[in-house]
């Protein structure tokens, strides 16, 4: 890494002369237009007093749910996940699974009313999973279970926290 860093030295010395000695060359123009957008889709994510989560894909219709990193963390290292059956339809607050660690066990409650369309089997054969990524919704993630949000649970999102109002939460 070093040579390498050696070799770009007089390179990146003659372009940081060039770009120094003329600023005033380049000037945005009332016509710049952006090609592209660096922006991830975007995507709702709750999260409720008993630290569960929701987060809702960009379709508004889909999403996923698990338990928090605080909640992870607080449990220590995940032995065991009961998974809820698929497919169900659950109201918010129903106990849909529980997780077991070697401090404790807890239940985990659905957020909003939905109907679970899927669960992650991941859990099943690895638990610990839960504490590498609990807000990981890809396919090696800690995520619990794959939803699809009835009309009721769009209005139940109203009542659970954003991000920053959880890690306020969580702070207190």
């Given at each position: 890494?070093?040579?390498?860093?050696?070799?770009?030295?007089?390179?990146?010395?003659?372009?940081?002369?060039?770009?120094?000695?003329?600023?005033?060359?380049?000037?945005?123009?009332?016509?710049?237009?952006?090609?592209?957008?660096?922006?991830?889709?975007a995507q709702v994510k709750k999260y409720t007093k008993?630290?569960?989560?929701?987060?809702?894909?960009?379709?508004?219709?889909?999403?996923?749910?698990?338990?928090?990193?605080?909640?992870?963390?607080?449990?220590?290292?995940?032995?065991?996940?009961?998974?809820?059956?698929?497919?169900?339809?659950?109201?918010?607050?129903?106990?849909?699974?529980?997780?077991?660690?070697?401090?404790?066990?807890?239940d985990i409650n659905s957020p909003i009313s939905c109907?679970?369309?899927?669960?992650?089997?991941?859990?099943?054969?690895?638990?610990?999973t839960i504490n590498k990524g609990p807000e990981d919704?890809?396919?090696?993630?800690?995520?619990?279970?794959?939803?699809?949000?009835?009309?009721?649970?769009?209005?139940?999102?109203?009542?659970?926290?954003?991000?920053?109002?959880?890690?306020?939460?969580?702070?207190?």
């Amino acid at each position: 890494m070093a040579s390498i860093a050696r070799s770009l030295r007089p390179i990146a010395t003659r372009f940081a002369a060039r770009t120094v000695a003329s600023p005033a060359l380049w000037r945005p123009s009332a016509f710049t237009v952006r090609a592209f957008s660096a922006s991830r889709i975007a995507q709702v994510k709750k999260y409720t007093k008993d630290h569960e989560w929701v987060e809702i894909a960009a379709d508004g219709k889909t999403g996923h749910i698990g338990i928090s990193e605080y909640a992870a963390h607080a449990l220590g290292d995940v032995v065991y996940v009961e998974l809820p059956t698929a497919p169900s339809e659950v109201a918010a607050g129903d106990a849909i699974g529980a997780v077991e660690s070697v401090k404790s066990a807890s239940d985990i409650n659905s957020p909003i009313s939905c109907t679970i369309t899927a669960v992650n089997e991941l859990l099943e054969e690895s638990p610990g999973t839960i504490n590498k990524g609990p807000e990981d919704d890809s396919s090696a993630g800690g995520w619990v279970a794959k939803i699809e949000i009835a009309e009721a649970g769009t209005k139940d999102l109203e009542g659970l926290m954003n991000a920053e109002e959880y890690k306020e939460f969580t702070e207190e």
